[in-house]
Structures are given as C-alpha cells and as structure tokens.
C-alpha cells in the first residue's frame, strides 16, 4: 500500500514534501516552488528544511517562486502604516469653529464635536 503524502526526496528523509525542485539545464537554473499538483519524473519534492537550505552549484541561479495560497507576512511597511493610521484616528479632532455662525467643515449645525467616526450632537430642546 502506498501513502496519499509525498514524501521529500531527499536519501533517508521521510518528511511531508512542501516544495517542487526543477531544474532548467539550458538556463543554468534551479526552480523551486509550490508543491506541484502530481510527480513529475524529473522533479523533486522537497520538505520545508531542505527547500530552505537549498543551495545550486557554482555559476547556477536558484530561481524561489511564492506560493500564491499560504498567507502572506506583512512586512515592516505594511505594519508601519497601520501603526500610523492607529495613531490618526486616535488624534483629537479639532473643535469647530463657532465664528461666523457655522463650523469648519460645513458639517450640520447640531454637530458639537466629532471623534472619530462618532459625533456628539446638541440636544433639540437647546
């Protein structure tokens, strides 16, 4: 009976495969990927320690390709800006201006203050 789990092909490795290795001989490089969706004859599956410490010999290029379905890590900038727009929406707002019988914005006139999205409004009666 033969196990549903590819297998890396690594001598002696029995880990679960996450990568496919191929090799583009007429370019002098090494393609490593997602886990293709069968075997190829001329492809190798790798697990996760072996396709991280893959290495090509001298003068050939290892080419990684991202696998588009994992979840991807949000890099320095990405969490920099939400750092940012945290701190702009946690910044005061400023007070409308009374002068002049309206406020800055033009916002309605029972408008008292604004943080946020929320609004405080007058009260009718006043």
Known sequence: MV???RRCSR???GRPAVATLTYVY???TAVLGPLATYAEPHCYDLCAEHSE???APRGWEVVRLADASAPSR???DDLEALANAVREAARPQERPNRQGG???RGAD???VARRGHLRVLRSPDS
Do not use: K
């Open 3 to 5: 196990s549903p789990v």
């Open 26 to 28: 007429a370019d002098s």
């Open 109 to 111: 006139p029972m408008e």
């Open 102 to 104: 309206g406020n800055a």
């Open 11 to 13: 001598t002696a490795c």
């Open 53 to 55: 410490r893959l290495t």
């Open 74 to 76: 949000p890099s320095g």
